[in-house]
C-alpha cells in the first residue's frame, strides 16, 4: 500500500517537474521586457534553490531565465546570438541540465557568484581609443553601464558607471543632460538617477522627491526636450501609458502625454515634434507637437515591440524592434516615416541601435552588442556577448560639459558664430555662437581636407549665446575650419592651431 501511495505522489508531483513550460519563447521574452520586476522574483528563487539564472555555454548558447512558472525558474534558450529567434525552446532547470553541459559553462546566480567553466570564451578585451567622437553609453540591465568607441564601436570600459546597488536595479538608457550630469532611467527602481561624468553616483534626479509609484513606474526610456526638460516613459502605475515631464531640476511638472501611447519605450524630441515608440497597440511609432499634442501614427509596419529610435545625421529616423522571427530588427525611415531601405534583419531582436560615423549600426540584442553594415544591414561582428544591453547614447564631454550659456547684452535675435579667441591658439580656444530659435545644433571642426576631427556640439539647445572650449591637443600644427548648422543656417569660419 505504501508503494502504490509513493507511486501516486510521483506521478501527481512529475508532470509539474518534467513537463515543457507552458508559455512560448516569444510571450517569455515579451513579458519580461515589459516588466523586468520579475528578475527580483527569479534571483530569489536562484539564492534559494542554488541554481544559476543565467547560463552561458562554451559554444555560445544561451540560457536566461525570464519568468517563473509553478514555483519553477523558465529559461529561454538562445541559439543563435545574432538571430535571437531562431530555434528556440523554453524549459525548466531540470531540462536544461539534461541537455547542456553546465560544467563548461559560465555560470551566473542570484546572489551575484559567477562560476566560469567555459576557458576564457567570455572573456572581454578592451579598447584604448577614445577618439574625437567620445564614447557610446550601453547600459546592461543588471546594474550597471559599459562605455564604447563612439568612432569604432569597440569596448572601451565595462565599470562606466560600475555597479551601484541599490540605485541601478536595471538601466534602461543612459544620457548626458545639460546639467552636466549623466541621467540613468531604471526600469525597476522607478526613477531617473543622476550620476556624474566620472561615474559617481550623486542622487536621485527625478522625481526631485525621491521615489513616487504613482509618477514614475516600470519607466523605460526618456527624452529630452528642447528646453532640456526631461520627458519619461510609464508603462505601469497609475501613470501607465503616460509621458511625464520634469524639469531641469527633476522637479515634476505633470503629464506630458497621456494619450495615443501604447506601453511606451522611447523618445526622441526633433525640431519640430515628438516621436513615441510602443510595445503595444497598432501604431509602432506616434508623432506628438512640442505640446504633446497627438498629431498622427508616424509608423505602422510588419514589424513589431518598437524600442529605441534615434535621428542619423541625414535626419533619417532609425528605430529598433524587439519581437520575432521576421518581425523584428532595424527599421530606416525618412523623416516621415516612410521606409527608406529593406529592414535590416541580420540581427534580431533589437532594444538599442546608434550609428557610428562610418555609417554602420551599433544594435543590441538579448545576446549582446553587435556591428551591421550601414547599407545592406549585414552582420559584422558581435562585439561582446552578455544578455542584457539595453539603448545605446552618446557621450562626449566636449558636447555638454565645455559648453555654456551665456549672458550678453545681446538679444539672440539671429545665427551668428564668431572668430574663435584665442587665435592662433595652442592648444585651447575658446568659440562663441547664438541660435534665435530652440533646434538641433551640431558644431564640427575639420582639417584642411576636410576630414572632420571634433564634434564639439551635437545636441538640442534652447535658443540663446553659447560657447565652447576647443582643445586641440590631439591635433598637428596647422589651418582647421569650425562649422555650424542649425535649422538652415550654415557658416564656417578658420582656426589657426600653432604649437
Not at 9 to 38: A, G, H
Not at 156 to 180: E, G, M, R, Y
Request: with cysteine; charged share 15%; net charge neutral.
Amino acid at each position: 500500500m505504501k508503494f502504490f501511495k509513493l507511486l501516486i505522489l510521483f506521478l501527481l508531483i512529475s508532470p509539474m517537474v518534467y513537463s515543457n513550460p507552458s508559455i512560448s519563447f516569444t510571450e517569455l521574452m515579451e513579458n519580461f521586457e515589459r516588466n523586468p520586476k520579475v528578475l527580483m522574483e527569479i534571483k530569489q528563487i536562484s539564492k534559494n534553490q542554488n541554481i544559476p539564472y543565467e547560463i552561458y555555454t562554451s559554444d555560445k548558447k544561451l540560457i536566461l531565465a525570464k519568468g517563473i512558472e509553478n514555483g519553477q525558474l523558465v529559461y529561454a534558450v538562445i541559439r543563435n546570438l545574432l538571430n535571437v529567434f531562431e530555434n528556440t525552446s523554453v524549459m525548466y532547470y531540470s531540462q536544461v541540465k539534461e541537455n547542456f553541459n553546465l560544467s563548461t559553462s559560465k555560470l551566473v546566480y542570484g546572489n551575484g557568484r559567477v562560476e566560469d567553466n567555459t576557458n576564457g570564451v567570455y572573456d572581454v578585451q578592451l579598447s584604448s581609443s577614445r577618439g574625437a567622437y567620445g564614447l557610446l553609453m550601453i547600459p546592461e540591465w543588471s546594474d550597471k553601464v559599459f562605455a564604447f568607441d563612439g568612432e569604432t564601436g569597440d569596448l572601451v570600459d565595462t565599470n562606466f558607471i560600475p555597479i551601484t546597488n541599490p540605485q541601478l536595479q536595471s538601466p534602461k538608457q543612459a544620457t548626458l543632460h545639460i546639467s552636466k550630469r549623466i541621467l540613468v532611467s531604471d526600469q525597476i527602481s522607478d526613477v531617473v538617477q543622476r550620476f556624474d561624468t566620472l561615474g559617481n553616483y550623486i542622487n536621485i534626479f527625478a522625481p526631485s522627491t525621491g521615489l513616487n509609484t504613482a509618477i514614475l513606474d516600470n519607466i523605460r526610456g526618456f527624452g529630452i526636450r528642447n528646453n532640456w526638460n526631461i520627458l519619461v516613459t510609464v508603462g505601469s502605475g497609475a501613470s501607465q501609458n503616460t509621458i511625464q515631464q520634469f524639469d531641469t531640476a527633476g522637479n515634476h511638472i505633470g503629464t506630458f502625454i497621456n494619450t495615443n501611447v501604447n506601453s511606451p519605450f522611447s523618445v526622441l524630441v526633433r525640431s519640430n515634434d515628438i516621436l513615441v515608440t510602443n510595445s503595444s497597440g497598432t501604431a509602432d511609432v506616434t508623432r506628438f507637437d512640442l505640446n504633446g499634442t497627438y498629431l498622427d501614427n508616424f509608423a505602422v509596419s510588419s514589424l513589431s515591440f518598437a524600442q529605441q529610435i534615434i535621428r542619423l545625421s541625414n535626419g533619417n529616423i532609425a528605430t529598433a524592434y524587439f519581437t520575432g522571427t521576421t518581425t523584428s530588427g532595424l527599421l530606416i525611415t525618412d523623416s516621415t516615416g516612410t521606409s527608406v531601405a529593406n529592414t535590416f534583419q541580420s540581427v534580431t531582436g533589437l532594444r538599442g541601435c546608434w550609428q557610428l560615423p562610418n555609417g554602420n549600426f551599433i544594435v543590441t540584442n538579448a545576446s549582446g552588442v553587435h556591428e551591421i553594415n550601414g547599407t545592406t544591414g549585414a552582420s559584422i561582428r558581435t562585439i561582446i556577448v552578455r544578455s542584457n544591453f539595453q539603448y545605446v547614447d552618446k557621450y562626449n564631454p566636449q558636447t555638454l560639459t565645455n559648453i555654456t550659456p551665456i549672458t550678453t547684452n545681446s538679444v539672440a535675435d539671429a545665427y551668428s558664430l564668431k572668430n574663435n579667441y584665442p587665435n592662433p591658439f595652442n592648444p585651447q580656444t575658446t568659440i562663441e555662437f547664438t541660435i534665435p530659435e530652440n533646434g538641433f545644433v551640431k558644431l564640427k571642426v575639420y582639417d584642411v581636407l576636410g576630414k572632420e576631427v571634433s564634434s564639439l556640439v551635437n545636441a538640442n539647445l534652447v535658443k540663446g549665446n553659447y560657447k565652447i572650449d576647443f582643445d586641440g591637443s590631439g591635433l598637428n600644427s596647422g589651418i582647421y575650419f569650425y562649422r555650424l548648422e542649425s535649422g538652415s543656417f550654415v557658416q564656417t569660419k578658420r582656426m589657426t592651431l600653432i604649437k
